[in-house]
């Protein structure tokens, strides 16, 4: 139905940056409001970040306020995570998610729609 693809992850050091981007096929991508997710090995899937369809609102998790930034571009169909101050800790596979409720932006089992993952890396 949705088909979400992310990219830009990859290797880096700690203190480096990285843009993560996700596209979304479909003509309704406008109406989604979007997330991040990160997974670390053996780590339940934890909330990164979300926007709002519009881009009216912008939500993020405690550990990665000031450094992270989520943004969208509609007319592209795309929503990007763009890192910096990269950590050690910031290591995981990043989902792109679609679909989210505005009343529980931050949970996983609320959005219907997932990308296939991107792995980042921050070496020590």
């Known amino acids: 139905q949705v088909q979400l693809v992310e990219s830009g992850g990859g290797l880096v050091q700690a203190g480096g940056n990285l843009r993560l981007s996700c596209t979304a096929s479909?003509?309704?991508?406008?109406?989604?409001?979007m997330g991040w997710f990160r997974q670390a090995p053996g780590k339940e899937r934890e909330f990164v970040a979300a926007i709002s369809s519009s881009s009216g609102w912008t939500y993020y998790t405690d550990s990665v306020k000031g450094r992270f930034s989520i943004s969208r571009d509609n007319a592209k169909n795309t929503v990007y995570l763009q890192m910096n101050s990269l950590k050690p800790e910031d290591t995981a596979v990043y989902y792109c998610?679609?679909?989210?409720?505005?009343?529980?932006?931050?949970?996983?089992?609320?959005?219907?729609?997932w990308g296939q993952g991107t792995q980042v890396t921050v070496s020590s």
């Open positions: 998610a679609g679909g989210g409720s505005a009343l529980a932006a931050d949970t996983a089992s609320g959005y219907p729609y």
């Open positions: 479909g003509r309704t991508f406008s109406t989604y409001h």
